[in-house]
């Protein structure tokens, strides 16, 4: 489900997107090693506490990656999902 969300998003920002607002959203969700780290503590401990399903768990862990340069080379459109997945998840 999330991958075709994401897939969604991809597109939309193909069709809609100049591409200078794609390389200012490429600034925008580019993470330091500091928030990288953080957010994969975040998802394993809402994992670990039930508030996030297996299949959310993964798909932030797999698009998260080992580290922030990974995460930064990820698609706009995934790493607009997982940003969007922790803000929800944050505010919940």
Known sequence: MLQVATKNVQTMFDN???Y???RQLDKTL???GAEHFEM???QSTEFAGGR????TSNFLYASLGGTASVFNR???ATR???LSLIK???NA
């Open 40 to 42: 994969q503590q975040l």
């Open 88 to 90: 929800e998840i944050t």
């Open 80 to 82: 607009y999902m997982v």
């Open 30 to 32: 580019q993470l330091s």
């Open 52 to 55: 996030i399903d297996l299949e």
């Open 16 to 18: 809609e997107l100049s």
């Open 74 to 76: 990820q698609s706009l």
């Open 20 to 22: 200078e607002k794609k």
